[in-house]
């Protein structure tokens, strides 16, 4: 997992839109890059939406929101459909982005083990390091966090 201070891995992958989205193009901007388990559960529906509803805030803020899950491009596209999310959400079925940010591991659901996201937020600022990471974030909270994260609230 990268550490604060350090440059935040690059990596490319393809949003609901089929866009190529590749951190680098964001240079210059601060970006709140969630990882998520799963489109359409209950938690990260409540962030997901979370982050629609304070959209324009984090805009007026200068942050760009990309959300990570190892859900593919059609998954995320119905998903966002279905909220109104403004944001981009990258596919990562091979788990690639995941594994380079060090929240891809074990996780425990019911008494289960299974290979899986740890929802984690890291906080780039405009020279692509890592200025912060929210480590298991407040759905219902998370541009709270975000903005308290980047020191902007």
Same mark, same amino acid.
């Given at each position: 997992m990268p550490e604060v201070g350090q440059r935040a891995p690059d990596f490319e992958g393809i949003d609901q839109h089929g866009r190529r989205i590749r951190l680098r193009d964001f240079l210059g901007k601060k970006v709140a890059l969630y990882f998520y388990p799963k489109d359409d559960t209950p938690g990260c529906t409540k962030q997901a939406c979370s982050l629609r509803d304070g959209y324009a805030r984090l805009q007026a803020a200068g942050i760009v929101v990309l959300g990570v899950s190892a859900d593919d491009a059609s998954s995320h596209r119905r998903f966002a459909e279905k909220y109104g999310l403004p944001f981009s959400l990258i596919a990562d079925?091979?788990?690639?982005?995941?594994?380079?940010?060090?929240?891809?591991?074990?996780?425990?659901?019911?008494? =289960?083990?299974?290979?899986?996201? !740890?929802?984690?937020?890291?906080?780039?600022?405009?020279? /692509? @390091?890592?200025?912060?990471?929210? =480590?298991?974030?407040?759905?219902? !909270?998370?541009?709270?966090?975000?903005?308290?994260?980047? /020191? @902007?609230q």
């Open positions: 079925p091979e788990a690639n982005i995941c594994r380079a940010y060090g929240v891809w591991g074990e996780r425990t659901l019911y008494g =289960r083990k299974f290979m899986g996201i !740890q929802r984690t937020t890291f906080l780039i600022d405009e020279a /692509g @390091l890592v200025y912060a990471i929210i =480590r298991r974030p407040k759905v219902a !909270q998370h541009v709270d966090e975000v903005l308290q994260g980047f /020191g @902007l």
